[in-house]
Structures are given as C-alpha cells and as structure tokens.
C-alpha cells in the first residue's frame, strides 16, 4: 500500500475515531421524532432554509415525478419531452390495465389523451406516463411477452371484454416508454400492470403514508369510498423529509435536537439508509402486495422490516445481478456498498461511507460554476483524489463493471458484467484488475426448511449481509461455491 494511501486511512481512522467518541446520533429523541412524528411538505422549510430549497427545486430529485397536463395548474410545461407532446396521437398510448397471466396483459383499446396524463414519471433518461383507472370493464387487447417482462408485442387483432378490477384502480401506467432523443420510442414497451401507488411511489416521492393508502383501498374496494386519485404523500418529488426525517417539531421549535442531519448520524446501516430506502432494489415489500418499495420506512429503522432485497443468482447470474452479485440495473448502489462491505471487512473505508460523502445531496443533476460535477460534490477525480492521490484516475476504472468481460448483453445473464452503461458501486478489483463482486468461495446460501443439503433446489440464494437473519430464522446458512456438493 502506498504511503499517500496509508495518510489517508491514518486521517480516516481519526475521524472515525472521533464519532465513535461521540454520543449516539440521532439521539433516542431524535429517533423517536422521526420514527413517529407527521411530514409537513418541503415548502414549510422555505422560509428559514430559502437557499437550500432554491437548490433542491431544481435538482433532479425534483423532477422525478409531476403532474401532468390533467393538473393545469401544477402541471409544469416543458415536462413532457417535445417531440413526444408533437407525436402524441401516433403513439400507443393504451393504459395496461392488468395482468391476465404471467406472460399476458390486458391494455385498454381506447387511447388516452394528453390531457387526460395525470402523472409524467422521469426525465433524464427515460419517461413514462399514468393516467387515472377506476377499475370498471374495458374492451382490451392482450400484450405478450417472452422474455420476462423485457419487451412486450400487442396484438390488436382480437379484442377481449376485460371484467374489471377494482384492485388495479389508481394511476396506470400507458404502454409506452419513451426517451429524450426525438422519435425515440423504447421498442421494449413498457409492462407494469400495478397502479403507481401499489409499486413505485414512495421511492419517487417524500413520506407516502402507506397506512392511509391501504385504508383509502379497503374502503374503495367496500364502495364506501368514490376513487383512488389521492397519493398520501408529503412531497410528490425527492425532498426535504425523505432525507432529514419528518419536520412537524422543527417547524414549531427549530432547534438542531429535532431535525436529523446526515453527516452526523453514528451507526452506519442508518447513515447509509438515508439514500439506500431508495437506491436499492427489491424483491418486493414487507408492507404492500405488489410494492417494489420500502413504502412506510422512517429514518432510523431496519431495511429488513421493511423490504425483501432482490436475490442474487450466485455463479448464474439473473438480469438484476451478475454471478459475482454486482448490480445490474438502476439504482441498485446500495446493495453494491453492501457488497463492498463483504470483501473489504466492515471496517474498510468504502464499506462505512454513506452516499453524500461522494455526492451532492442537495444538487444532484444542478451543475454550475462551483459545482463542476452533475452528481458530486466535487470534479469526479478530486472525490478520489482526497484519499487515493496520484492513483486517482486508476481506481476510476473500478467504475465500469462491464469492462474486460466477453459478450456481456441482455441475453447473457452467465457473465460477471455490471451495470452498463450505469456507474457501478462495488469499490473492489479482481487479480486483472476488473470490478469484482464476490468470489465463488464467499458465496452465500441458506437451506429452506426441512430441505435437502443434497438438492440445489432446496438452496436460496442470500446476500452475505442476511446471513444473520436467515439464521436468525433458524436456517443453515452455508459458503462457498455449491454447498449442495458437499
Ligand atoms: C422557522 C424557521 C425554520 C423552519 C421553518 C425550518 N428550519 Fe431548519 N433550522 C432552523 C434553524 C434556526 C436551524 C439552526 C438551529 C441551531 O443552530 O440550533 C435549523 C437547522 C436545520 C438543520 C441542521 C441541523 C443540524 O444538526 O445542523 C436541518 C437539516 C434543517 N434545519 C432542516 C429543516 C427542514 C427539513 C425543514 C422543513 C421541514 C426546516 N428545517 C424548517 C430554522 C428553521
Ligand atoms: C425518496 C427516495 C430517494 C432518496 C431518499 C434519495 N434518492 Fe436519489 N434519486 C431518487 C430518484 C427517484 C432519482 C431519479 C430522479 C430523476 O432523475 O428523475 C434519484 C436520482 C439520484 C441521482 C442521479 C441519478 C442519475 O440518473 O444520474 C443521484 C446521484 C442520487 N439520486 C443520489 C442520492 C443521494 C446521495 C441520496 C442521499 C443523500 C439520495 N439520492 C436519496 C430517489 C431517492
Ligand atoms: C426501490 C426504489 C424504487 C422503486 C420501487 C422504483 N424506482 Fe424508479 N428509480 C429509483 C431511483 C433511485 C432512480 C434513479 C436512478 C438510479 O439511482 O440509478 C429511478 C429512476 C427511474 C426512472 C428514470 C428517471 C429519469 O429521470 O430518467 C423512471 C422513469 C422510473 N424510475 C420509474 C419507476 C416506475 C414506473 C416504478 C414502478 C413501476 C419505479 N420507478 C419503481 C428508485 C425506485
Ligand atoms: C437527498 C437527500 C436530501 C434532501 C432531499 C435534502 N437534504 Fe438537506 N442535507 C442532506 C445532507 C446529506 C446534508 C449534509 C451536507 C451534505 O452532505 O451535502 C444536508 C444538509 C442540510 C442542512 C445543513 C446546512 C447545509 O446546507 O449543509 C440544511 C439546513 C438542510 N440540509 C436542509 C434541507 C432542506 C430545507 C431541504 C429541502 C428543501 C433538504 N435539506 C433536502 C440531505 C438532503
Ligand atoms: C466513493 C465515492 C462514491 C460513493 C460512496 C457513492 N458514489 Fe455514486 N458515484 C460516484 C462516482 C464517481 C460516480 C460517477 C459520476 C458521474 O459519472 O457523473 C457515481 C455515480 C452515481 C450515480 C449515477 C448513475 C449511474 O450509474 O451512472 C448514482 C445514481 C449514484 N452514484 C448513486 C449513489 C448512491 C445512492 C450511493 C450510496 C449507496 C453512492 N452513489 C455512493 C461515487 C460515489
Ligand atoms: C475517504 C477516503 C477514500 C475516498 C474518498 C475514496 N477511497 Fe477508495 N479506498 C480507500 C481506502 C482506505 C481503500 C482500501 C480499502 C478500504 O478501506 O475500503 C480504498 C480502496 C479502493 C478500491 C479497491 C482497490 C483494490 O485494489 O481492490 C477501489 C477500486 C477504490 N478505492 C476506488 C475509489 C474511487 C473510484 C473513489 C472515488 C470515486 C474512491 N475510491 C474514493 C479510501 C477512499
């Protein structure tokens, strides 16, 4: 190790060492504060905090989710890409109102107009569109896919009389996704047959009450209540609350003991939970059939309480992971920290860094003339460069987890190829110098009940860091390559 490298370790330990001497922060009244008290929406924070709300506005973390052209007054003009707004009526903008089986959907025959789009989901790289359902009959044609969901084909040579569901009412999802490039249309299409409220909205948006949500739905589904249009959210955008915890008591009494800054936090699974409740990804919700979200998470608390993570597929690989458990699709950066936090001991440097120790929390996506870089805080070499030196520019490379493995596409899950053309998270090389998960001797697997050791079958697949939990639940949890040989 260079001794530009062991400065920088000596400067960290210090400062670790600092916080560990600290008292615990949040404190329990803190915690108790964001565990427990009522979301007031960003604009309460204005007044007082008028730059930073100035900053956060225009942040990507803004533009996430609004309304659309069916909200003339939220509805913000220059949302909806151009050329999509020009090619509106040449596009199939057809509501999937429900799944029919695994492979099939119903999509509604009528098209949706552009003043009926409630809400305009996405900007950067790619957008999608929902409009209200009520849950009533349609005539439909049927959606097939034969990839798992990747890529849809609509058949509108048969129509079929849809009964209905009132399960599926809410904000569907038009059949279409579209990207900023004039005329590009996703070839894929789209397949999401939930209702933006059942799967998507409390990672695009700031304290959704998930209990009030399900309420609504219960007295829905009873005919004691009209519709399902209301969202039970704060902020429909990324904002104030979902990063420093609920604001009721701050506002009253402003005080630092009510509010929780970030930086400050001691225990690091919390620390990395203010931006991991939502740069994860999941294999579906402890608090909502059908969710995809940790809908209900407060600063604070356990990711486990919350959400399943989506499994690995150790040494096969799956269209979420590769077979060394790297991310493969958006916003999977949390698990990636996880995963570094295995191979480089819980005490390494990058396994205890949060988020916005690299990234600009209140600007992601603004990038001016004090602000060089669109995500960081800094110009991406000199966040390097704090700790690595002169090596900057080579440990870079560990960004690209596609770099120097074969045939890596769509089709090819058996590869150890991460995230293209996303960053990747795991700070880790392999002997040649490629981003590298884990190696077949770290994999992890528990044993369903009653299964057998024998039997492949009868091994889950587990991230490292549920090896606890899974034993907890009294399963064998074994490592290495293929527990079932042995
Ligand atoms: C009435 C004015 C006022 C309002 C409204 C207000 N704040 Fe504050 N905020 C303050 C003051 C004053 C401080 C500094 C307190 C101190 O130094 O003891 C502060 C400090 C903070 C801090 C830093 C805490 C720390 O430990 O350094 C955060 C974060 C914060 N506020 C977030 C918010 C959020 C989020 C909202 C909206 C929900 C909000 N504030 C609304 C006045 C306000
Ligand atoms: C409530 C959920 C939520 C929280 C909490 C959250 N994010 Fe995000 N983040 C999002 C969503 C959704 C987007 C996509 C916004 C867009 O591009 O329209 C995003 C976008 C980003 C991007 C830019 C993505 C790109 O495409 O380049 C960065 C960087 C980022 N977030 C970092 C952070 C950091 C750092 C934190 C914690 C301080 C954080 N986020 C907390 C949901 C969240
Ligand atoms: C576990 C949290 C989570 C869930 C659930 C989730 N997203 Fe996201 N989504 C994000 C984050 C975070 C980003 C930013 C990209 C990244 O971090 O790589 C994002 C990005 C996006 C983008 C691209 C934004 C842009 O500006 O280009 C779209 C569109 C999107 N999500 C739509 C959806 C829809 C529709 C659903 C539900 C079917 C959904 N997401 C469910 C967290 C989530
Ligand atoms: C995506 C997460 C996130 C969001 C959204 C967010 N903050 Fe912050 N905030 C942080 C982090 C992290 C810090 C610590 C400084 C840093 O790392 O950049 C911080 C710092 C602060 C501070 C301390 C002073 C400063 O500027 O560093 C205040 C006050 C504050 N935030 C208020 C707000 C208000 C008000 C909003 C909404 C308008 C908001 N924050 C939105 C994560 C967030
Ligand atoms: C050691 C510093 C560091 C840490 C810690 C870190 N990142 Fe990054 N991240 C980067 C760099 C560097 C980039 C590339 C920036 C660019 O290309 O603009 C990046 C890119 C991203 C992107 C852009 C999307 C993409 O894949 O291209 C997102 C989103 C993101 N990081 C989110 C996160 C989240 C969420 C966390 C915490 C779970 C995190 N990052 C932790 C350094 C870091
Ligand atoms: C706060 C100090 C710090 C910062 C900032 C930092 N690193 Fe590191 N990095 C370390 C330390 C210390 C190690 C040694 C292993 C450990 O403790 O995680 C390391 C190890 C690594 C490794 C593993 C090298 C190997 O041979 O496997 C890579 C790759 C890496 N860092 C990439 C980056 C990148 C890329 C950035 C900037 C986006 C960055 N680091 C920013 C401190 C830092």
Known sequence: MSRAMLTAIAALTLLFATNAGAEEYPSPQQAEIARTAAYVGSIECADCH???????????HSKKTEWGPAHPDKYRKDKIYKWVERDWDKLDTYMILDQKDKTTNYVAVDKVALADVDLVVGGQRKQRYATYYDGGPRKAWLATTKDGGISWTLDKSTVVDYPGNKERAGYKFLFIEVRPKD??????????????????????????????????????????????????????????????????????????NNIIYPPKITDVDTRQMVCGQCHTRTAGSVHGKGANDLRGYRLTEKYED??????????????????????????????????????????????????????????????????????????????????????????????????????YGYDNWANEGGRTPNKQHVFNFDKEGRSFGLQPEQYHWALKKDGDARKEADWKAIWPWEKESYEGKGLKVAIGPTPWKK
């Open 306 to 407: 919350y959400a399943e993570f989506v499994r690995p597929n150790w040494g096969k690989g799956n269209r979420a992971t590769s077979i060394d458990g790297k991310g493969r699709r958006d916003h999977q950066q949390d698990m990636d920290i996880r995963l570094s936090k295995t191979i480089k001991g819980a005490h390494s440097v990058h396994a205890s860094m949060a988020c916005f120790d690299c990234h600009d929390a209140h600007n992601v996506g603004s990038r001016g003339v004090r602000k060089p870089s669109a995500r960081l805080k800094k110009p991406m070499i000199e966040v390097c460069a704090d700790c690595h030196q002169g090596q900057a520019k080579n440990v870079l490379a560990v960004l690209d987890g596609s770099k120097g493995w074969d045939k």
């Open 50 to 60: 008028g730059d930073v709300h100035a900053q956060v506005a225009v942040s990507w």
């Open 183 to 256: 005329g590009d249309l996703n070839k894929n299409y789209y397949g999401e047959f939930y209702s933006w409220q059942e799967r998507c909205i409390s990672c695009h948006s700031t304290g959704f009450d998930n209990k009030a949500w399900d309420k609504a739905k219960t007295e829905f589904m009873e005919g004691k209540r009209e519709d399902l249009r209301e969202i039970f959210v704060a902020d429909i955008s990324i904002s104030c609350e979902a990063c420093h915890g609920p604001g009721e008591k701050h506002i009253e009494d402003p005080t630092k």
